[in-house]
């Protein structure tokens, strides 16, 4: 069998986006393939798969949960492993929690646990979202392969390997991706008067995009605003007629984010009249907030307080979304931090996790469900 290194190095170099984890998928399969079969069962979904191991004395099943979608940043950490699709990462570590998913199957069919345990190999977390028609299919079409209680981990670079940081409640924000189109009169640069410039229109709702969290959100309550990608025009000397905003918008509960909707809103109408401009709003998908189930997140801690080289943390609430939060809404759960010890964040094109943390959280994981 390879190492747990050797996997998280070949599923590095092939990350791909939401619904399109072809490689990915086949990967993981092969290397189920290798594994003994007599206990183990496979379900494809789509890009994801289920894999379920059948406990020796059970009287529920635990699911585990990874992600296994990349994103499209271009990768500059400089490692011999790098992407080899040019433009797109791991650039969230979904290639080690994908490897910590597969040391606990390979660990669960060497040794069974008491427990059947399903693995949930999701695709699409960064988008479009893959946890909700993941769990929306298997109610319909598979309650067999659903779970009685529900964990995940995600890395974070910010802590030391060993670092399982959690909290009973609401771990991460709920979550809506925005996509704003404006749309003008373009024309020659020399003739302004005769044009609705959607460069200087993009430029203003910009900013004013970033009054509401300022001006219009309680200072007692919290919300993001982020606008990680702007594109309008074409050339250096012709007036742009079109320009589009993509961002995303967290809060902390449902209310606010309705709220910070209707400011946005409320602002492109502004936009409109002023510049003279038609702009629509797309919201894309959202994601429901990460609400760990109180005793789930407590059983972690408690279990990580007594576990050699893991540092148990109550940590605070964080404005990541993450889809596991359909599954936490559904099936009680909790998911954990993981300390990868880097120095680059999540989402930069330099992260590059510390290695030890695989096996530390296979056998962490694999003890954690083995206690259940
Ligand atoms: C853990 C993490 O980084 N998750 C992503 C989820 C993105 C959801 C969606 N595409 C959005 O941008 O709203 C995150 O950016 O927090």
């Not at 959100?217 to 074409?234: N, Q, Y």
């Not at 007629?241 to 902390?252: P, Q, V």
């Not at 599954?327 to 094109?349: D, R, T």
Request: hydrophobic share 40%; net charge negative; proline share 5%.
């Amino acid at each position: 069998m390879q190492s747990l290194i050797e996997i998280r190095r070949a599923l590095h170099q092939i990350p791909e986006l939401g619904f399109q984890e072809v490689k990915t998928q086949a990967y993981i399969l092969s290397f189920l393939a290798e594994l003994p079969q007599e206990h183990l069962t496979v379900t494809t979904w789509r890009t994801g798969l289920i894999v379920s191991i059948s406990g020796t004395n059970p009287s529920k099943t635990i699911g585990w949960r990874t992600d296994i979608d990349g994103l499209p940043v271009k990768e500059e950490t400089g490692v011999a492993y790098a992407s080899k699709h040019e433009g797109h990462m791991h650039a969230c570590g979904h290639d080690c929690h994908m490897t910590v998913a597969l040391g606990l199957v390979a660990a669960f069919t060497a040794s069974r646990p008491k427990q059947n345990v399903n693995v949930y190999f999701q695709p699409a977390e960064e988008g479009p979202g893959g946890a909700e028609p993941m769990l929306n299919w298997l109610k319909e079409e598979r309650p067999d392969l659903l779970c009685d209680e529900i964990y995940a981990l995600h890395v974070a670079p910010e802590y030391p390997v060993g670092t399982v940081a959690t909290r009973p409640g609401l771990l991460f924000a709920n979550t809506s991706e925005l996509f704003i189109d404006l749309k003008g009169i373009g024309g020659h640069a020399a003739y302004p008067h005769k044009t609705r410039d959607m460069v200087v229109a993009a430029a203003n709702l910009l900013l004013q995009l970033q009054t509401i969290v300022s001006r219009n959100v309680d200072p007692m309550s919290s919300a993001v605003i982020t606008v990680g990608k702007m594109t309008a025009g074409t050339v250096q000397n012709v007036i742009a007629e079109n320009a589009r905003l993509e961002g995303t918008i967290r809060t902390l509960n449902a209310d606010s984010m309705q709220e910070v909707k209707r400011r946005i809103e409320a602002i492109c109408a502004g936009i409109e009249a002023a510049f003279e401009c038609t702009v629509s709003i797309d919201y894309g998908s959202m994601y429901y907030e990460v609400n760990n189930d109180s005793a789930c997140a407590e059983r972690l801690l408690s279990f990580a307080k007594e576990y050699e080289g893991a540092t148990d943390y109550r940590c605070p609430a964080a404005m990541t979304g993450e889809d596991f939060g359909y599954f936490v809404k559904e099936i009680p759960g909790a998911m954990f931090w993981s300390g990868a010890n880097c120095s680059y964040g999540l989402h930069q094109s330099k992260m590059n996790p510390d290695e030890k943390l695989l096996s530390f959280n296979s056998e962490f994981v694999e003890a954690f469900i083995r206690s259940l």
